[in-house]
């Protein structure tokens, strides 16, 4: 299996799809059933070929103007490490060497590993983009890791990279810097295996896709009252009748299905129908093969019979669905080495049987349903399932929130505290400064009592000037408590009296 899901919905995510699932090692016969899907197929499709000469009866066949052909586009393999096979392989099909020996190879080598150890051979210059090339998958496969262990909720694990990178066996996870023999070997196996599931998947993927729509429709008609389901009943019923009311559909690969592209979509006259003008017409490669992608444009005219994409009854994603079908009959009816690829001689060999001559009717998918009721039972009980756990996780992201709120409530009121904390002590600050006191129109600015300077009477005085300054301090303490016989207000004018000269000395 292979890596889904980061997109996807990244991305891309997504779109990030978002699982890594793990592949089993493939045995030695998928070597036989998948080599030159892995080798030729790929190789035609990023590689621009001659094609082969056409040989076609002038007397009969009117030959068409020559063009010049563009070099096939590269093709999607659906593979998650498509972008990095792809560039591996147009790399050393650049390699003249290599590309000669991709051509001529045969499936016996490719069991040995023979056309892994070419590789040895390759120039300085393939081999060093190469190296580079495999960096920057090792590279993305790390990000993919780390960024799946976020998504769980990992973010403080420690992440085992090397022990992650060995589910991606199409690489060496051990030798992360430089693309050797068994790199290549290692890429052509997953490669030849994984596409051979490929077909597999998509079936299971198309299965979903019909049941969540059936699915939806059932659950839209709960919501509808007796008369909506019925007008809804109706509707459906009646597109049903409209897309499979379509002209008949040829059997895939039959000589009437052959016959109708030899004359509408090659302008040619049925009456001189030739199976190997027909095999050169649509070789767009001309590769001497018949691959999946040019099998399928063969059944353009067929499904467009079936589906219009302008209809409301037509599904597009059923006639892609209906494409694989037709390709897949032809394979197992033609490919008979089973490498995935038509031969010229298994074709013409394929157009001398019967089936080809009287083929018998090609059911489309509405007349195949693609699921069966217990299938659907068993679907429906899943998707409730999923949709409990997503409910009681949203539960529980809830009660985080809420306990978030309630923190933040507690860090909001420790702010204020703090606030009212500051502002308390700006306060008291402000408090202790020094402030200015007005006495007879002088401004003194108050000291604070332990760096005021003592009065000159209280300080030290000379031996001779001791008795003096006693006397005045008798004298001043006389004063302050008044003579017993002078009246209240005759006491405090003499107070005053007695500070003015301390007062005036600290002016000066």
């Not at 702010?415 to 502002?423: G, N, R, S, T």
Request: aromatic share 6%; proline share 4%; hydrophobic share 30%.
């Amino acid at each position: 299996m292979c890596l889904e899901n980061v997109n996807t919905n990244c991305a891309e995510a997504g779109r990030v799809q978002d699982s890594v699932s793990v592949k089993k090692q493939p045995d030695k016969m998928s070597w036989t059933n998948g080599f030159l899907t892995s080798c030729l197929v790929l190789a035609s499709l990023l590689s621009s070929s001659e094609a082969v000469p056409i040989s076609v009866d002038k007397t009969k066949v009117k030959i068409p103007e020559e063009t010049v052909q563009e070099a096939p586009q590269s093709v999607d393999t659906g593979l998650h490490y498509d972008r990095y096979l792809r560039e591996v392989i147009d790399f050393l099909e650049k390699d003249q060497h290599f590309r000669e020996k991709l051509h001529n190879t045969d499936m016996e080598d490719i069991k040995q590993g023979k056309l892994a150890k070419e590789l040895d051979f390759v120039s300085h210059h393939v081999r060093t983009k190469l190296d580079e090339l495999k960096r920057q998958e090792v590279s993305r496969l790390r990000t993919l890791i780390k960024a799946k262990q976020d998504i769980e909720g990992g973010n403080d694990m420690a992440v085992d990279h090397q022990a992650l990178l060995k589910q991606f066996e199409y690489l060496n996870h051990m030798n992360p810097h430089t693309f050797e023999v068994e790199d290549l070997d290692r890429l052509i196996k997953s490669a030849t295996k994984d596409l051979e599931n490929f077909d597999k998947e998509r079936h299971e993927e198309f299965k979903r896709y019909e049941m969540m729509k059936e699915h939806e429709r059932r659950e839209h008609l709960k919501t509808l009252d007796e008369e909506g389901r019925k007008k809804e009943e109706e509707h459906y019923e009646e597109m049903k009748k409209k897309h499979a009311d379509h002209p008949k559909v040829n059997h895939p690969g039959s000589q009437d299905q052959l016959k109708e592209v030899w004359e509408e979509a090659d302008g040619l006259d049925p009456e001189d129908f030739d199976p190997k003008t027909f095999f050169n017409l649509h070789d767009t490669n001309g590769d001497g093969f018949f691959d999946e992608q040019e099998l399928e444009a063969l059944f353009t005219k067929e499904l467009e019979k079936i589906y219009d994409p302008t209809n409301e009854e037509d599904d597009m994603v059923e006639m892609e669905e209906e494409r694989l079908r037709m390709r897949e009959h032809v394979m197992n009816e033609v490919d008979a080495n089973k490498d995935r690829l038509v031969s010229l001689d298994e074709f013409l060999i394929a157009t001398k049987k019967k089936e080809f001559l009287e083929p018998d009717s090609w059911e489309t998918l509405e007349q195949n349903q693609a699921y069966t009721e217990e299938e659907m039972r068993e679907f429906e009980e899943h998707l409730a399932k999923q949709e409990e756990d997503l409910n009681l996780k949203a539960v529980d992201l809830q009660k985080q929130r809420e306990e978030l709120e309630r923190q933040q409530e507690q860090l909001n009121a420790q702010k204020i505290q703090l606030q009212q904390a500051v502002e308390h002590m700006e306060r008291l600050k402000k408090t202790e400064q020094p402030h200015e006191v007005h006495v007879e129109g002088n401004a003194v600015q108050e000291v604070p009592q332990h760096e005021q300077a003592l009065p000159p009477e209280h300080q030290p005085s000379p031996p001779d000037q001791e008795a003096p300054a006693a006397q005045n301090d008798i004298a001043q303490q006389d004063l302050s408590q008044g003579h017993p016989n002078q009246s209240q207000d005759d006491q405090e004018q003499a107070q005053v009296e007695s500070r003015e000269p301390q007062v005036e000395r600290r002016v000066i």
